[in-house]
């Protein structure tokens, strides 16, 4: 009598590359490409983030941009939620607005009035405050003191 090997259930058996699917291959590849690439470039790109929002130290301050519209008779209206195209990135613009040339500062604040106009349509002006507002200390779990709203921006129609 030979001998006979027993063989187990086959899920015991290691899988064989020609068992995996290639379009699921080609995916965990795409993803590992995807998720190295935005690693090395930075990119925030959810689900494939630097948890940049983690890693970074933070203050006891908080500093955000905040955008107005102003019409003819000196009525704010907050643009805070709405759908201001232009305002996207305006924490990006707003950092190196200081350093824009004169026209290329008049030709931002045509483009901002010109989308907040859509929104807002008897705007004469944008201002844009830079509101600073302390964390530390605290009172049931809100800061104590009032944010401090400065002018960082003014645009208005006349230039």
């Not at 349509?121 to 405050?129: K, N």
Request: charged share 15%.
């Amino acid at each position: 009598m030979g001998v006979q090997r027993a063989r187990g259930p086959a899920g015991d058996e290691p899988a064989s590359a020609q068992s995996v699917p290639r379009s699921l291959r080609i995916g965990v590849g795409a993803f590992l490409a995807v998720f190295v690439f935005t690693g090395i470039f930075e990119i925030q790109a959810w689900p494939f983030t630097g948890w940049r929002l983690f890693s970074k130290t933070r203050s006891d301050e908080s500093v955000a941009l905040v955008a107005v519209a102003v019409d003819r008779a000196g009525h704010s209206y907050p643009l805070h939620g709405r759908r201001v195209s232009a305002l996207r990135n305006l924490s990006a613009v707003a950092g190196y607005f200081d350093g824009l040339s004169t026209a290329s500062k008049a030709a931002t604040c045509r483009a901002w009035l010109s989308s907040v106009r859509r929104v807002v349509p008897s705007a004469v002006a944008v201002s844009i405050y830079r509101m600073t507002q302390q964390l530390v200390p605290r009172s049931r779990g809100r800061p104590t003191l009032p944010p401090v709203k400065n002018l960082a921006i003014q645009c208005s129609a006349a230039g």
